[in-house]
């Protein structure tokens, strides 16, 4: 029988997460949801940086992320160069700082793909929802 309310439910976390994945794209400008889904193998578990340091953009085009254990600084370092984004990060002491560079024709034509890879797989999330009920 359809449960229009647990239909509903399951469509909307499906939207949520379709967000969160367009809002970690990195667009050319600085934010700090770009780091989202990054995550960092600390203290034996898989944690998002934004609990192994404070992040701020002091300016458009640079990321700050002050680590808050001197050891997870390499950690944090070597996460966020292993992760799709395209960001070479400067460690200074505890702080990292992600420069963001201006988005050239090369990176469009990769964040295009990336936009319709996302928006595939979201249809394909909505057809299992429609399909299971």
């Avoid at 034996?44 to 254990?69: A, C, H, K, L, Y």
Wanted: hydrophobic share 45%; glycine share 4%; charged share 25%.
């Amino acid at each position: 029988m359809f449960d229009e309310k647990s239909h509903n439910l399951k469509m909307d976390k499906a939207i949520e997460v379709f967000a969160k994945e367009l809002s970690s794209l990195r667009t050319g400008r600085a934010n700090a949801a770009m780091l989202d889904l990054v995550k960092v193998d600390v203290y034996g578990q898989q944690m998002p940086i934004n609990q192994v340091g404070s992040i701020t953009t002091p300016e458009p085009r640079m990321i700050n992320i002050q680590v808050w254990d001197q050891n997870n600084v390499n950690l944090v370092d070597a996460a966020i160069k292993k992760s799709e984004l395209g960001l070479n990060p400067q460690v200074d002491g505890q702080l990292i700082r992600l420069p963001i560079p201006e988005l050239n024709e090369e990176r469009r034509i990769e964040l295009k793909k990336l936009i319709v890879k996302q928006t595939l797989l979201q249809k394909m999330m909505t057809l299992l929802i429609l399909l299971k009920n």
